[in-house]
């Protein structure tokens, strides 16, 4: 299957620093790549939708300023979050499709996921 | 709104015994729908996924879900667990022709030898 990487897989700010997530499809050009959330012991939340050479799509009660989201290339989607405070601290997985695999085919892969820990 | 309800949070077996894990989804129309596995410390891996035909949907290592459109319901079923099977189970729907995955709250399969 196609392979989804993320970078860093761990990370560790202060509280009012920025830290970008990035997010590649290693076999395949994802043209939508999607931004989740996850909270210990909870399912994945959505967060945006990122597609390549426009704005990314937020889901209701998601900052658009506080998570920013660029999705420069048809490989690369990253994720900033902006002057980070501790309920910042989380599990941000993204996931990729691949067009080719079938305009029917809704599948997406995964990344590994990166920890945020705000101190 | 689109929901994915899984009435399990918590689940343990002994290996050998039958798996059922129950989802329930909230859409009137078409909709497609997954499994996903996300075992210890890896990322989440399909199944498998239904989006027309048998509703009856073989995924991998052993893995059958069902779907009962009359109930809105795509149950997971293995007929004999193995202690590799320990894992978080995620039901996803996506709903409406659009792209995003909703997910249910998951539940989590330890299997003991």
Known sequence: GAVVSQHPSRVICKSGTSVKIECRSLDFQATTMFWYRQFPKKSLMLMATSNEGSKATYEQGVEKDKFLINHASLTLSTLTVTSAHPEDSSFYICSARDPLSGSWDNEQFFGPGTRLTVL | ?113
């Open chain 2, 1 to 113: 709104a689109q929901s994915v309800s899984q009435h399990n949070h918590h689940v343990i077996l002994s290996e050998a015994a039958s798996l059922e894990l129950g989802c329930n989804y909230s859409y009137g129309g078409t909709v497609n729908l997954f499994w996903y596995v996300q075992y210890p410390g890896q990322h989440l891996q399909l199944l498998l996924k239904y989006f027309s035909g048998d509703p009856l949907v073989k995924g991998i290592k052993g893995f059958e879900a069902e779907f009962i459109k009359s109930k809105f319901s795509f149950n997971l079923r293995k007929p004999s667990v193995q202690w590799s099977d320990t894992a978080e189970y995620f039901c996803a729907v996506n709903a409406g022709g659009y792209n995003k995955l909703i997910f249910g709250a998951g539940t989590r399969l330890a299997v003991h030898p």
